[in-house]
């Protein structure tokens, strides 16, 4: 029986954690091996004070780092027994990942692990070609998995509606001096370990885009064309709305985004409605469901793209304090 996740575990573990979409690129997670266990932060010095006031986005990056985190500890034969919010006096620890018995990953754990790496956010215009039927039930049931909902938008009067409920939630967050400040301070133009580069912002928006696109300082594209002919919009919903309840959808997250990419799919997500309290309120009603909204994604088949750069692993892991009994070993 193992005692407990070692440092070459841990830190083979978190290379394939950080691979997990963050807000702006953030990437705001620290990991740690404590008595044996793996424990998940947020990390303080990561929030973004203006864009995401409530911790809401660095939960649900947390929660899909926290999946990655799942998949590749099972995946290496050591899976893990996960508690989330373990310390109520220490919010900040999202997860504490202790060594279940050790078995053989699943062929559907080796699919997923394999996307970890190949998945990045697609903002470039999807092509018209339909998600299969089969492919829609899969990413339906990654929420399910991992005890949320997806709501796949069917017809242009759903997918009106949710655009109506983005681009003005877009231009509630664009009229914020704070706001726009604080995004203008993640956008890359030369190589960085974190932020978006300009390269994967996507084309600039046209007033008559269905969907905002968050402006990463993307390249300009011919005005007056649309952007892409009907893309399939799902939302993503926990059951509830409570910090545990945000971490949890963060792997809900992970796993819809991770079964879209071993489908052959590209996805990009669109947060601005969940950002927004009176949209995000409007979004569930729209929907008509329990729950919250989560996360607002377009998913098609897209052209191919790059995955964004991370920071170096040694970066976010802090590894255990010798205590007098082993310094010195
Ligand atoms: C909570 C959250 C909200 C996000 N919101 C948006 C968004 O509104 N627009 C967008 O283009 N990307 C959004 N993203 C995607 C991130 O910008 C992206 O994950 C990050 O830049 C890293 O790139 P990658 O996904 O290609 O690895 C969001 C990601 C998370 C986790």
Redesign the pocket.
């Known amino acids: 029986m193992t005692t407990g996740y070692s440092a070459e575990q841990l830190t083979a573990a978190v290379h394939d954690a950080v691979?997990a979409?963050?807000?702006?690129?953030t990437q705001p997670w620290r990991f740690r091996l404590r008595d044996g266990g793996i424990e998940v932060r947020v990390d303080p010095q990561r929030r973004l004070p203006a864009t995401d006031p409530s911790g809401w986005?660095a939960r649900?990056?947390c929660g899909?780092a926290l999946f990655n985190l799942r998949l590749s500890l099972a995946v290496a034969g050591t899976p893990a027994t996960v508690r989330l919010r373990p310390y109520p006096a220490d919010p900040d620890v999202v997860a504490r990942l202790v060594p279940d018995v050790p078995r053989r990953p699943t062929p559907a754990e080796q699919s997923l692990y394999a996307a970890i790496d190949r998945?990045?956010?697609n903002?470039a215009p999807f092509w018209p070609d339909p998600v299969p039927a089969d492919a829609r039930w899969r990413l339906g049931e990654a929420a399910r998995a991992e005890q949320c909902w997806l709501e796949l938008l069917i017809g242009t009067t759903a997918v009106n509606a949710l655009g109506e409920i983005a681009r003005s939630a877009h231009r509630v967050l664009e009229r914020d001096p704070a706001y726009v400040t604080e995004r203008s301070t993640w956008i890359r133009s030369e190589p960085s370990p974190d932020g978006?580069p300009t390269a994967?912002g996507?084309p600039q928006s046209e007033p008559q885009d269905l969907l905002p696109?968050?402006g990463?300082g993307g390249r300009n594209r011919p005005p007056g064309r649309d952007f892409e002919p009907e893309p399939l919009v799902a939302v993503l919903g926990s059951a509830g709305n409570t910090a545990t309840d945000q971490v949890v959808a963060g792997q809900a997250?992970q796993r819809v985004l991770l079964t879209a990419t071993d489908a052959g799919l590209a996805a990009?997500?669109?947060?601005?409605p969940i950002e927004v309290p009176g949209a995000r309120e409007a979004l569930r009603l729209s929907l008509g469901r329990f729950g919250t909204p989560q996360?607002v994604m377009r998913i098609g088949y897209g052209q191919p793209g790059v995955?964004?750069p991370r920071r170096s692993v040694d970066e976010v892991i802090d590894l255990p304090v010798a205590t007098p009994s082993t310094a010195g070993r």
């Open positions: 691979r979409p963050s807000l702006h690129n986005g649900i990056a899909a998945r990045f956010s903002r978006v994967a996507g696109q968050r990463y997250l990009s997500m669109i947060s601005q996360m995955a964004t």
